[in-house]
């Protein structure tokens, strides 16, 4: 039905950039929000930073050093991290929450997840 398609992550340096891209696609009426989760080894998955309707929200973690955006035309959401610390190397996933037609519920949609690690 709907596919969310991850790209950008990898190995950086601490302090280093990367920019992460997901692309949603299929039977998509409406995207109400778009966002970013992270799961480190051995703990629970953690939002990063979710964006809807305008309304942006960042866990403490990484206020100040990642931003989020969105294109709507292309139901494409990114996600630029600076500042990056050993600390943000996670599996990090995108989150969309889709409605595929009028009238009905919107449902919460997953990447595959894309790996990013930051080491000297």
């Known amino acids: 039905q709907v596919q969310l398609v991850e790209s950008g992550g990898g190995l950086v340096q601490p302090g280093g950039s990367l920019r992460l891209s997901c692309a949603a696609s299929g039977r998509i009426f409406s995207v109400n929000a778009m966002g970013w989760y992270r799961q480190a080894p051995g703990k629970q998955r953690e939002l990063v930073a979710a964006l809807a309707s305008g309304d942006m929200n960042y866990a403490d973690s990484v206020k100040g050093r990642f931003t989020i955006s969105r294109d709507n035309a292309k139901n494409t959401v990114y996600l630029q991290m600076n500042s990056l610390k050993p600390e943000d190397t996670a599996v990090y996933y995108c989150?969309?929450?889709?409605?595929?037609?009028?009238?009905?519920?919107?449902?919460?949609?997953w990447g595959q997840g894309t790996q990013v690690t930051v080491s000297s």
């Open positions: 989150n969309a929450v889709v409605r595929t037609a009028w009238g009905t519920r919107p449902s919460h949609y």
